[in-house]
Structures are given as C-alpha cells and as structure tokens.
C-alpha cells in the first residue's frame, strides 16, 4: 500500500500529534496514520489524495508541508511568533486587552468601552482556541485542552468575569506558543547534524584523482583523507597514519592515533597526516547517520510528563456539565422540588445548577500549572538556565539520578600538565624537573596540538619558557610525536609507544610512563639526542566546579554516574576526584543510549548532562536531557531539554532546586483549587452559597493560584 510523508506546522504538543493521527484515520481510503510528534512528520498508508489529507489536517488547525522542503532559518520568538496565525491573533487579542484595561482605567465613565474592548481581545486572541476544540470534538469525538479552555472562558464570561476570562486566553494562547517555539527548535537539531559530513571526497582510481560528491561514493572505494580535512565516509585505513579527533563520534578526550587496519569514522576530523582509506559501510549505516538516527528514535519514543490537568479536565468539565443538568432536573421531577427560586432568599434547583457550574468552572485548574511553571522558566531564565517547557520542568524536579558526560562537561576537554620529572630524579616536578619541561617546549612551540599546548602552557607557568630557542627543523611523528634541533641536538618528544623498542628506553623512565597511563594520563618521554631524560604526563583538567556540584546533588538526594566514550583508567579518575556513585567508560554512542535508557526506567527516571553530538541520542533517551551551554555542541544543546547557558555546572543544582519547588507549588494549586471547590459543590447543592458568592470564589481560587504560581520569579524563599 502506498505510503506519503509529509511535515506537519503548528504542532506544539504530544496530544497534537495524537488528534492528528485519529483525524486522518477517519479519512476514507487511509489505511493507517502515524505521526511522530519529535520530528513532526506525519506517515499515511493509504490511497487518499494529498489535498484531502491536506483539508482535514488544516480543519484540526494545523499545516502539511512537504518534508523534503529545506526549512527556514531558525527564527528568533517574535519572528517565530508572527510566522504562526494563531499568533498573530495572540498579539491582536493583547493589544485590544491592554486597550480594554487603560479605558476601564481612564475612561471609567464609559464602562461598555471597556467591556467591549476587552471581549474583542477575548473573541480575536480565543477564535483559534475554541474552533479548534470544537472541530476536534466533531471529528474525533473527544475532548481536548483547547475545548476545555474554550469553555472555561465562555463560561467566565457569561458571568460577567470578561477580565478573567480574557487574562486565561491570552496566557494559554502564549503559553502554547512558546511551547511551539521550544519543539520547532528541537526538532531542526538533527537536521544539523549532517553539516559533519563533507559534501566532496577524493577518490583514488587507477588513472589518479577526482574530486566526487559524498552522495556518489561506494562501498569498496578508495579515498584520500588529507590533513585537517573531514572523514567523508566510515573506512579502514590501507595506508598512511595520522591522528584523528573522534570525539564527535566516541567521545575520547584526546585524538586517535590510526595506522592501517584501524577504523575511521564519517564526520571526524583528520590531524597532521595523509591517509588512504577504504569505504566500508554505505552512508546510511555509518555511524554518524546511527546517530542521527537514534536521536530521532529516541525523542519519539520517549514519553512526555503527562497532562495531568489535562486528562483530569477532559472528564471534569464534561462531568460538571451532566451533574449540572442532573441537579436541576432531577429533583423537580423525582421529588417535586421547586425548578425556579420559590420565594426571595429560596433557590430553585435551577439555581443551585447554575451556580454549580459557577464554582466547577476550571480556571484555576486549567491555569494553575501553567503559570506555575511559565513563573519557574522565567526565573530560571534570569539564572543562566533554559528550561524548554513544562514537561521538562516537572520531569526535572523529579529526578534521583544523573548521568554526566565526561570529556567537556566535568572537565574541561583540554589536556594540562599533571607531572614532569626527570628520570633520575625522586621529587616529580621540582625546579631541576623544569629542565625537561623547557626542553619538551622548545619542541612543541612549533605545533598546534592540545597536548603541546599544554606543554607550553605549564612552561610559561613555570618560567621555562625561554629557556631554549624554538627548535628548527621540526618534524610531524605521525601519532607518535615530534623531533627537532635544539642548540645542535635532536630532541624528541614522543608517546611511550615510540620508544617501546628503543634502547634509550630505561626502566624508570617505562615505570614512570606506566604509572601515568595507569592512572589515566598521557605519558609523553623527552629524548636529548643521548637517552630519554624525562617524563611529561597530561590529563584532562577537572572544572574547578564539577566537585561541589556532584556534592550539592548529593546532598539533595540524588545519585550520580559518569558515561564516557574515554578509557577507563581516565573515567575512573575522573570519577574517584569527584566522588561519583558510578562509572561506566569506552561506551560508543548506542551503548550510552542502552546505559541511559536503562538508567530512566528507575523511579524518578533519569537525566543525561552533556555537551557533544555524540550525547545527542542519550540526551533525546533520557528523563530529562541537560546540555551545557558555553561548552555545548549546538546539536545537543538544541537537543536537550535543559540548557545551562554559563559554561560551566555551576547553576544545576539550582535548576533541579527549582524545578522541586515548582512541581510543589503545582501540587498546592491543585489541592487548593479543588478543595475550594469542592467545598462551594457541597454548599451550592445545599443551597447555600449565591451565585455572586460563587463568582467571587471561582475569581479569588484563581488570584490565589496565579499568586502562588508567580513566587518563584518573584523571588520569595530560596531556590
């Protein structure tokens, strides 16, 4: 059976997806509709003809797009917002509202004025709301969020609370376009992924060189990788060695030393040497499209927090509305109860039915979460911290668990000398150890690798710098290291690898190098032109915050894991200076995913905090996914849902303190809310309460929702 693909606009929420699903299933001739709400693409199986599936989805209040179009640059909100319809009646219905409240403040002596204004923006900015709740409930036969706002509004206007109901409109109708603007950004995060990739590769034949689009390379074919340039494809390397900078793919903290036979990857960036290499898995099996590919399943897959609210207002209102009728029906007929009020300060059970629907009347409920959680993104905001919607903001108040990248995130992806020592000297870095350090810098001025970077960096600390003119004549030991002449001599600084073999290589100076490895740092040995002097080791520097975050979060209860594509002896490391209740290293992407995955399934569900586009699928997986923001890969960061702007890890536990408050002060709205009215049912069936009493209540439950909802961007308590 024939199948269409088609990219859906407008579609802010996963209940969205699931209207458009059931709507298109309706259509005749369509077999089976599938939308996948984390890439927004809707899948038809059938024989139906595009316009009419294109009818039915702009009927729900949506837009079909072709998926193979390019999409637009990435707006910023107010570009985003004017883009949208519905938005622009969002800013149309604000400005008649604000209009509405400076005549009711200045013009007092013409009160309809301000009323009709303030009904405009009620009509204008609720249209789109209402028509889309109504048009759901006709076509799929259900209630939904939009319906149930539609009504509350109505129903809060038809008492005469047009402010009320004008003030839900316009924060529901914002609230819902921001969340838009959050998932619209998301989901163009894959779509950059692929900027890794080359658009051109050499390819060697028998006759030489041709330059080939990567769309035309094969399996089998034989390309040239020069320096700097990017791995168009996943290959072993036939000939030449080099070292690569995988950490895109694998996440090491260090290039990759490769000699034929080793593996590359499409998207890594090749270093100082020319490699041959053989083409080995077609593109859309390398590991680079994997990736892509599990985020996207990953994001599809994972279920949003609930809208508990929500699902509890779709049978609420319906519910209130049958007891309403029941209440003014059914004792007049059943018990010959009067329908009309009797006498004055008697009620009839049409009034006692009226002011039920009074008092049920979900404003409060309906806006109870959301301006909780709008008040909680915004003063996060203020903290250095994105918080991208509601889902994200409940899920992370919930969490016991996080897992951390390593490379980038708790350290800072750069090497540092750790230790430099001569090989006959007992006290490692003393000042006649620094004799190695300003012959090891002679050397490696002359290149741009991190780790002769850090060389130099911990010769200029230690005043060494100039010790030796920069050497002359310095030549690239692919993967191995450099040499060069200094004043005359042949230095060479190079891994322990080069000298395995050599008979300058001491004992001490291999127990020396051993220990460094062993203890996760690299091991780099100094040749004088006679024998190896000394040794220089480098590790990955920690962020001087990381230890007191991990503290922090174990103090609130948290628990805290390290995932790393890095060896095992550098995680481990890692992971003994910081205290981390686990460690798991040499994963491979999908081996994070499989790790996070079955880290979210305990209770609270778990947060993956990470920075590169190899985090990408893990962040997508996780309960929650937290990128850093100075440091972070755009990919991930736009792939998360959490991102701390400062380049650092500073303001976490702060987040997840807020997002706990949050979650509870959603909690006392709610109970609040529903006792309140709870309390005015029973007093309404009593006869009791008067509808003006009830209007009052209604309007004072959603003062005092909205008041407490606004606490945390107020400032008020500690976060």
């Not at 209630?143 to 316009?170: K, P, R, S, W």
């Not at 702007?645 to 536990?653: K, S, V």
Request: contains cysteine.
């Amino acid at each position: 059976m024939p199948t269409g693909t088609y990219r859906i606009e407008g579609m802010d929420c996963a209940d969205c997806a699931l209207q458009i699903e059931q709507g298109v299933e309706k259509l005749e001739g369509v077999a089976r509709a599938r939308v996948n709400f984390s890439t927004a693409v809707l899948e038809v199986e059938g024989s139906t003809p595009i316009e009419t599936i294109r009818q039915r989805v702009e009927l729900l209040g949506y837009r079909l797009a072709d998926p193979a179009a390019p999409r637009r640059k990435k707006p910023g909100l107010l570009v985003h917002m004017l883009q949208q319809p519905e938005a622009r009646l969002l800013l149309g219905g604000a400005v008649l509202f604000g209009l509405g409240l400076l005549a009711d403040g200045l013009l007092a002596g013409i009160p309809w004025l301000g009323m009709g204004l303030q009904l405009a923006a009620l009509a204008v900015a609720g249209y789109p709301i209402l028509r889309s709740g109504a048009v759901n409930l006709w076509v799929n036969r259900t209630f939904n969020i939009n319906l149930l706002t539609g009504l509350a509004a109505i129903g809060a206007a038809l008492i005469g609370e047009i402010t009320e109901a004008a003030t839900l409109i316009l924060l529901f109708s914002l609230a819902e376009m921001l969340e838009d603007y959050a998932t619209d950004h998301s989901r163009r995060a894959l779509d950059d992924l692929s900027t890794l990739l080359p658009e051109q590769a050499v390819r060697l034949t028998e006759t030489g060189e041709e330059l080939v689009p990567v769309s035309a390379l094969r399996v089998a074919d034989r390309l040239l990788i020069r320096p700097g340039e990017r791995v168009p494809m996943d290959g072993e390397v036939l000939a030449g060695e080099s070292e690569i900078n995988q950490a895109a793919i694998t996440g090491e903290s260090l290039p990759a030393f490769k000699s034929p036979g080793a593996q590359v990857y499409a998207g890594t960036v090749n270093g100082s040497g020319a490699l041959e290499i053989r083409v080995t898995r077609p593109a859309e099996e390398n590991v680079l499209g994997k990736i892509i590919r599990l985020a996207a399943e990953a994001q599809a897959k994972r279920a949003p927090t609930e809208r508990i609210i929500d699902r509890f207002a779709r049978y609420y209102t319906p519910a209130v509305v049958v007891l309403a009728v029941l209440v003014a029906a059914l004792p007049p007929l059943l018990a010959g109860a009067p329908f009309l009020d009797p006498a004055p300060g008697e009620r009839g059970w049409l009034y006692r039915a009226l002011a039920l629907l009074v008092i049920s009347c979900p404003c409060a409920l309906v806006i109870s979460a959301p301006v909780s959680i709008l008040s909680g993104i915004t003063a996060a905001a203020r903290r250095g911290v994105l918080i991208k919607g509601g889902a994200a903001m409940e899920s992370l108040g919930r969490l016991r668990f996080l897992a951390f990248d390593k490379t980038g995130t708790l350290t800072r992806g750069l090497p540092v000398v750790t230790m430099h020592t001569r090989v006959d000297c007992d006290y490692p870095n003393c000042a006649a150890c620094d004799e190695v350090l300003a012959l090891a810098s002679a050397v490696e001025r002359r290149s741009t690798h991190p780790l002769a970077h850090a060389v130099v960096s911990a010769a200029g600390e230690r005043g060494v710098l100039d010790a030796y003119p920069p050497a002359e004549g310095v030549q690239v030991l692919a993967g191995l290291g450099l040499q060069g002449e200094v004043n005359g001599s042949t230095v060479t600084v190079g891994s322990h690898r080069l000298f395995h073999d050599s008979p300058a290589h001491s004992p001490a100076a291999c127990r020396i190098a051993t220990r460094a490895e062993e203890n996760g740092e690299t091991a780099m040995l100094i040749h004088n032109g006679d024998q190896v002097c000394g040794v220089i080791a480098a590790a990955d520097e920690i962020r001087p915050e990381s230890a007191a975050v991990i503290g922090e979060l174990h103090r609130l209860g948290c628990r805290t894991a390290l995932l790393t594509g890095d060896h095992a002896a550098a995680a481990q490391r890692v992971a003994d200076v910081l205290g981390m209740d686990d460690v798991r290293a040499g994963l491979l992407p999908a081996e994070k995913l499989a790790a996070i995955r079955r880290l979210a399934e305990q209770p609270g569900g778990a947060a993956m905090v990470g920075d590169g586009i190899n985090d990408a699928p893990a962040l997508a997986a996780a309960t929650v996914g937290i990128a850093m923001g100075g440091a972070a890969s755009a990919q991930a960061m736009d792939t998360a849902d959490v991102v701390l702007m400062a380049d650092g890890l500073g303001q976490l536990p702060g987040a997840v303190r807020l997002s706990r408050r949050v979650r509870a002060i959603i909690t006392q709205n709610i109970a609040f809310t529903l006792a309140v009215k709870l309390g005015f049912v029973a007093l309404a069936m009593a006869g009791i309460t008067t509808l003006w009493l009830a209007v009052l209540a209604d309007t004072g439950v959603t003062l005092v929702v909205i008041a407490n909802g606004m606490r945390p961007v107020l400032g008020r308590g500690k976060n």
